[in-house]
């Protein structure tokens, strides 16, 4: 009779999970995997946080007087051509909600319900996290808002039994809210899969306490009969890993700042390193094993170029995560001015490259398998169907489908005549187009393919420098290009069709190519028969659809920075991007030498809206070199640097020119000077001071470092690691003095220490590859050079600089090789305190103060 009654109990226990799996959207597994209830396929999805129905966003659309459905409507389609499939945001409740949780249907809701509406027209699931604790202010002031999260803020939510109710009532209306778009609850929609409490709770009580605060928040939202699994942060006050795993949760949540946040300019060198590995320290406990993980945020803050997405992809997957988004896309209507996260900059038209480095990515997230390893940088770089390299600034996809590349690419596709999809900046063997905007080509039919060609995009400043509403960062411009499509598919003499709104462009392929301007194109092979032209792509892409803001170039960008420094007798390229609203006729480089007159020398066009001269060497003589950049168009010419309206050679030109200093053959070649403070990655200390010394142009860099270890209040228990680095990049100013630099016998430190006793200083140069060499010197309390043979430099640990975030992830990069010492291929400088100390001197405080360090 037991027995029966076991097997019977034993039998509803099976019955009732498996009506949970398949009656639920999505579940979590014994293992810890999120799966598709009706398939038991593993969950894999990617996308990015998006912000335009709330706080700054909503304000500034409001401002420009932007109709923001239509905004929406706008991005999502550019989301569907980056192939984004999952949409994550932290919803700011201090704007939907009042002070005891009553959700507020109001202009904010209504946006959000129809953007996810629009998304899910595109096929994309979300992840949704209902309480920001953020109020709606950044970067600007805060507004007044009624939610309980202004009534509170984030800490006393954590604790004050008011708040928490107010959470509570929260949280169980905002679940059982009905979207008027869709008809659906939110607990009811098959495309939100899961929801995440709340955003960033950084938790300082007690165990107990938390996990009695979590399972309050888990319980208000299953009391809306909700199945979807409840996600907790888990990445802050790791501490309390338990105490998260007892709560009651079906995963945890994921951030990564591989390399900071909030650097104020474009960060250099590679930085492959930093995102080498995504390292969880609680991996083992066997509670992080049964539940699932996902990224909420994630991107690599202040890095302008292309590379690096896709392995941060397949670092997540490698420790198991199978959700991620990346944080935050701008909106378009205010992508030029990148005024929402400055330290952030990710949108298809003003940033094509990394948008494409960030479709890669999703592509990864897709197809490589949870958990596998593919070893240390440099030996991953390529894995499974993807390649990246800092050296080229490229990341790509090469399947016999698919061809994906962010750059300029040599690599062969393996079955050009069996592609369906391609997507690229610049030239590949199978696509060269001159402009500086991304390209789609989708195949519809056998003989018909789909183009999408964006506007051209240029950076006039630099985007991760503090913004302005009132300072672009970014231009486009529609452009007539030439392009060469060069696919089996579509032989000699295709037709070309132009598709979206207002774009009646109908000719011929000259060959295989054609000039176009920016929008959608049908490309039809000779004897090919056009079908329906309203079918569907991937991602439920209509064959007409094109979005992209008009040109908006209104003045001339001459942007060109001259080097730093030259060596006597070198050639010189002068390299400058020319913005203007038509084709210059004319771009004149105007060099004075010995005489009074100078030599000008015709600037050539290349790619996108370079130009280039070379200097002859007979100009690099010992002293200044000087020169202007003229651009004529429209029977006008104007002078640079500074826009002189005039030539360089007219009699009322009263302009500057651009200066580079030109030093004798095996003069020293600077690698750091103090003055270049604002640009050294490093961990900011209490009394750093940049001090003047009695000779004019001469600074110092006093950096005091209380201690070399201190306690993470994050990490708490994390490895104890005595040092306190700095890292420079310097690759752009030596660009002109490789000649000397191949010359370089020693590295040269000059400065001091205020410490009592000889401080060990060590220095190190790191290379392209990631790899770093150095050695130390000992700095005493006199003002004096400090040197270290380059024939005696080691392999020693190269620094995650800037330090990621979450803190815990590695301090060191462990490389797969180091390679050989090549004196040609450094381009940064790593000063570190801790090396060569022992005993006391580990937990003392040390002051260095730096002037330069110098190659000679």
Not at 172 to 187: C, W
Not at 219 to 242: C, E, Q, R
Not at 355 to 375: D, Q
Not at 555 to 564: A, G, N
Request: with cysteine; net charge neutral.
């Amino acid at each position: 009779m037991k027995a029966r009654v076991l097997l019977l109990i034993v039998t509803c226990i099976i019955s009732a999970t498996s009506w949970a799996q398949k009656g639920t959207d999505v579940y979590v597994d014994k293992d810890g995997i999120m799966r598709w209830g009706k398939t038991n396929e593993e969950v894999r999805a990617f996308g990015v946080n998006y912000t335009a129905p709330f706080a700054f966003a909503y304000r500034t659309a409001k401002q420009q007087g932007v109709d923001l459905k239509k905004a929406i409507d706008d991005d999502v389609y550019h989301f569907a051509r980056l192939g984004f499939d999952l949409y994550r945001v932290h919803v700011w409740d201090c704007e939907i909600s009042d002070s005891v949780g009553n959700l507020l249907n109001n202009v904010h809701l209504e946006l959000f319900d129809y953007m996810l509406k629009k998304m899910k027209d595109r096929g994309m699931k979300f992840m949704i996290t209902p309480i920001a604790y953020w109020q709606n202010g950044w970067p600007a002031p805060d507004e007044k808002t009624p939610g309980f999260s202004s009534k509170y803020g984030k800490g006393d939510c954590l604790t004050n039994e008011g708040a928490i109710r107010a959470q509570e009532n929260y949280l169980y209306q905002f679940l059982n809210h009905v979207n008027p778009h869709t008809g659906l609850a939110y607990k009811n929609d098959p495309d939100i899969i899961a929801f995440e409490v709340s955003n960033e709770p950084h938790h300082g009580e007690p165990a107990a306490k938390v996990t009695a605060f979590i399972k309050r928040m888990v319980t208000a939202m299953k009391k809306t009969g909700s199945k979807k699994p409840v996600f907790y942060n888990i990445s802050h006050s790791i501490h309390l890993a338990d105490a998260y795993f007892n709560a009651g949760i079906q995963g945890g949540t994921f951030q990564w700042y591989p390399t900071g946040l909030g650097s104020n300019h474009e960060l250099g060198g590679n930085l492959l390193p930093n995102v080498d590995n995504y390292v969880v320290p609680f991996a083992a406990n066997p509670g992080f094993k049964k539940i699932a993980k996902l990224v909420y945020e994630f991107d690599a803050a202040d890095v302008g170029r292309s590379y690096i997405y896709p392995a941060m992809a397949r670092s997540f997957r490698t420790a198991g995560m199978q959700i991620a988004t990346q944080f935050a896309y701008d909106p378009t209507y205010m992508a030029d001015v990148n005024t929402e996260y400055g330290t952030h900059y990710m949108n298809l038209v003003y940033a094509p490259q990394k948008a494409l480095s960030l479709k890669i990515a999703g592509e990864v997230f897709r197809t490589v398998p949870l958990y596998k390893s593919y070893g240390r940088y440099p030996a991953n770089a390529t894995f499974e169907d993807f390649s990246v390299s800092y050296e080229q600034d490229l990341a790509q996809m090469v399947t016999a489908q698919k061809f994906f590349y962010t750059n300029n690419t040599r690599t062969v596709p393996p079955a050009a005549e069996k592609l369906e999809e391609i997507a690229g900046w610049g030239n590949s063997p199978v696509v060269q187009y001159s402009g500086t905007g991304a390209y789609f080509i989708d195949r519809v039919t056998p003989g018909i393919w789909r183009l999408e060609v964006m506007p051209d995009a240029v950076w006039v400043d630099d985007p991760f420098s503090k913004a302005s509403p009132s300072k672009k960062m970014a231009v486009v411009q529609s452009r007539a290009r030439l392009i060469n499509i060069q696919l089996p598919d579509l032989k000699d003499g295709y037709a070309v069709q132009g598709m979206n709104a207002g774009n009646a462009f109908s000719a011929t392929a000259d060959g295989t190519s054609f000039t176009v301007t920016p929008g959608t194109y049908l490309l039809t092979r000779k004897g090919a028969t056009v079908g329906d032209l309203n079918v569907r792509l991937h991602n439920n892409i209509g064959l007409r659809e094109f979005f992209a803001p008009g040109s908006s170039v209104t003045e001339t960008y001459v942007l060109h920075k001259p080097l730093t420094a030259a060596t006597e007798g070198d050639a010189y390229t002068v390299e400058a991007n020319i913005i203007t609203a038509t084709v210059p006729d004319a771009v004149e480089l105007y060099v004075y030498g010995k005489h009074w007159k100078p030599e000008v020398i015709q600037m050539d066009a290349g790619s996108g809206f370079t130009y280039r001269a070379t200097i002859s060497p007979s100009f690099l003589q010992s002293g200044t070199l000087r020169y202007y950049i003229t651009v004529r168009a429209g029977g006008k010419a104007t002078t640079y640097p500074g826009g002189i309206p005039s030539g360089a050679n007219d009699w009322d030109f009263y302009g500057n020119p651009y200066t580079v200093p030109v030093l004798p053959a095996k003069s020293a070649v600077y690698l750091f000077a103090a003055a270049d403070e604002a640009k050294l990655s490093r961990n900011w200390t209490p009394g750093t001071s940049l001090m003047p010394l009695a000779e004019p142009g001469r600074v110092e860099l006093a950096v005091p470092v209380k201690k070399l270890f201190e306690l993470d209040p994050e990490n708490r228990q994390g490895k104890q690691v005595h040092d306190y680095s700095m890292r420079y990049f310097f690759g752009r100013q030596v660009a002109g003095r490789h000649g000397d630099i191949a010359k370089a016998t020693r590295i040269v430190f000059h400065g001091r220490t205020k410490d009592g006793t000889p401080l060990p200083v060590q220095l190190a140069l790191i290379m392209r590859d990631g790899s770093a060499y150095g050695g130390t010197v000992t700095v005493d309390v006199r003002t004096s050079d400090y040197s270290l043979a380059l024939a005696d430099v080691k392999p020693v640990s190269v620094v995650t600089l800037p330090r990621p975030y979450p803190s815990f992830l590695p301090y060191y990069f462990v490389p797969s090789a180091v390679s050989g010492f090549a004196l040609d291929q450094v381009e940064t400088l790593q000063i570190s305190i801790g090396p060569g100390l022992t005993g006391a001197a580990l937990d003392s405080a040390h002051e260095l103060v730096i002037e330069s360090v110098r190659l000679e």
